[in-house]
């Protein structure tokens, strides 16, 4: 029996560089096809995009019976727009990857290769980045340090990206069990073991536009990261009240012994100082409180991790 990897790309807004993904992309797809005998699909998502990316998406359908689209009703972001990717992918293996060349299409046969010899998880790992300044990547380093540091079993690969191929049986746990609203589906990917690889690659520049990751969905994205891999933080508010406590402790004997030697002074400064430790501890510890709050509460809210208007194919438009 052939088998069949489906190739999942996410898009939004990505008008200026799809034509080239599309057309870089196919070749690759036919002669890894040919050459391995794996059949594949294209299913792109668009994930709300307000530019021509859509117009351009119907177009390859309408001429590609290996192209799907699923078409959102609004913006829902990347990581739910891959979500949906997976769960209407049908392959036996499924790779995520982006639409703007930034994940070359030039390693799938290598990925084929590995769900040949039966892995189920393929994490690619950047080696370069031609996009990324110089604070980028120091963000993007101490992020898995923290990462890693705080998750406890789960073990994430540095330079691990939002590139990854999962075989049938992952993509199929994903769907049916890591429906969570706030999600980081790099864990995920991480998190559900079996045999687990890793592949290198070159992240290139963008072909064309710009990324939409700002600075502001990055700490997002990170934070949300860490709160739903961790419960460290939660805690940490022990640990700080045990410090507080014993610090505490120690100006209190200090003050007494003070009083009694008729040395008290006013003590302005230490009160400064411990006012101002306290609120930033304080403070810290209220916002990690509120940040899972914030996630319980998207879960309990219970909202559909993304609504599609149609999906496309060749065969035509069908409304769902
Ligand atoms: N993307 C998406 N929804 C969004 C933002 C981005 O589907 O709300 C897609 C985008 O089209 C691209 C991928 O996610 O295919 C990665 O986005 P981008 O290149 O902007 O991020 P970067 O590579 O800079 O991290
Ligand atoms: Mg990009």
Not at 13 to 39: A, C, M, V
Not at 200 to 218: I, M, Q, T
Not at 254 to 263: E, H, K
Request: aromatic share 12%; glycine share 6%; net charge neutral.
């Amino acid at each position: 029996m052939t088998k069949k990897l489906s190739v999942v790309v996410s898009v939004y807004n990505e008008e200026l560089g799809l034509r080239q993904f599309y057309e870089h992309t196919t070749p690759i797809l036919k002669e890894t096809s040919q050459r391995t005998g794996w059949d594949y699909e294209l299913i792109f998502v668009n994930d709300g995009s307000r530019d021509g990316s859509l117009d351009l998406l119907k177009e390859f359908a309408s001429q590609d019976e290996k192209v799907a689209v699923v078409n959102f009703a609004a913006n829902r972001g990347h990581e739910a727009a891959m979500i949906a990717g997976i769960d209407y992918s049908t392959g036996d293996g499924v790779v995520c990857m982006d639409a703007d060349l930034q994940h070359p299409p030039e390693s799938i046969p290598a990925i084929i290769e590995k769900f040949d010899e039966g892995y189920d998880v393929v994490s690619m790992i950047r080696t370069a980045r031609a996009d990324a300044g110089i604070f980028k990547r120091i963000t993007s380093v101490a992020f898995y340090k923290v990462m890693n540091a705080l998750s406890g079993k789960t073990k994430f690969e540095n330079n691990s990206s939002d590139f990854f191929a999962i075989s049938r049986r992952v993509a199929l746990i994903l769907k049916r069990d890591y429906r969570e609203r706030v999600r980081f589906l790099r864990g995920y990917v991480q998190n559900v073991g079996f045999k687990k690889t890793t592949l290198e690659f070159e992240a290139s520049a963008r072909v064309a536009g710009e990324s939409n990751y700002n600075l502001r969905a990055l700490v997002k994205l990170s934070l949300n990261a860490i709160c739903n891999f961790s419960d460290v933080p939660l805690k940490m508010g022990i640990y700080a009240g045990v410090f507080s406590l014993l610090l505490a402790f120690i100006l209190i004997i200090y003050s007494i012994v003070q009083y009694f030697l008729g040395t008290a002074p006013n003590g302005y400064s230490t009160l400064i100082v411990v006012l101002c430790f306290m609120f930033g501890v304080l403070f810290i510890i209220l916002g990690f409180i509120s940040e899972y709050l914030a996630i319980i509460f998207a879960e309990v809210k219970n909202r559909p991790i993304y609504i599609v208007d149609s999906i496309i194919t060749k065969d035509g438009e069908e409304l769902k």
